[in-house]
C-alpha cells in the first residue's frame, strides 16, 4: 500500500520560492521514480519533474529549467521540488507521483498519485 503526501504549497509572489515535499507511506521510496506534476485551472496536468529511483537522473520541463530542482532525502522518505523565481504561470496545484519501474520516461502514466498541494504566485 502506497501513499504520497504532499506539503509546502501556499501564496508567494512572483520571484519568491517554495518548498513543496513529498512523503511516502507504506513503502521504501527510494525504490521508485518520483515526479512532480501541475493542473492549473481549467487546463490539462503537465509534468514538471521526475526524479530516478536511485537520484542518478532528473528531468525537467523547458518551463522550469533552471528555477526547479527536484531532488530526495532517503532518510525521511521524501521527494522535494525546491521552486525558485517563481512566476504567476506557475500558479497550479501540484501533484507527486511515484511509479516501480524506477526510471522516468516522458508519456509514461505514473502508477500512484497524492491528492495535490495548491501553489499560488501572486503580487
Known amino acids: 500500500q502506497l501513499q504520497l503526501v504532499e506539503s509546502g504549497g501556499g501564496l508567494v509572489q512572483p520571484g519568491g520560492s517554495l518548498l513543496l515535499s513529498c512523503t511516502a507511506s507504506?513503502?521504501?521510496?527510494?525504490?521508485?521514480?518520483v515526479g512532480w506534476f501541475r493542473r492549473a485551472p481549467g487546463t490539462e496536468r503537465e509534468g514538471v519533474s521526475c526524479?530516478?529511483?536511485?537520484?542518478?537522473?532528473?528531468d525537467y520541463a523547458d518551463s522550469v529549467t533552471g528555477r526547479f530542482t527536484i531532488y530526495r532525502d532517503n532518510t525521511k522518505n521524501t521527494v522535494y521540488l525546491q521552486m525558485n523565481s517563481l512566476k504567476p504561470e506557475d500558479t497550479g496545484v501540484y501533484y507527486c507521483?511515484?511509479?516501480?519501474?524506477?526510471?522516468?520516461?516522458?508519456?509514461?502514466?505514473?502508477?500512484?498519485w497524492g491528492k495535490g498541494t495548491l501553489v499560488t504566485v501572486s503580487s
Open positions: 507521483a511515484a511509479d516501480s519501474f524506477r526510471l522516468c520516461v516522458r508519456g509514461y502514466g505514473m502508477e500512484y
Open positions: 507504506g513503502v521504501t521510496l527510494a525504490n521508485y521514480a
Open positions: 526524479i530516478s529511483a536511485s537520484g542518478a537522473s532528473t
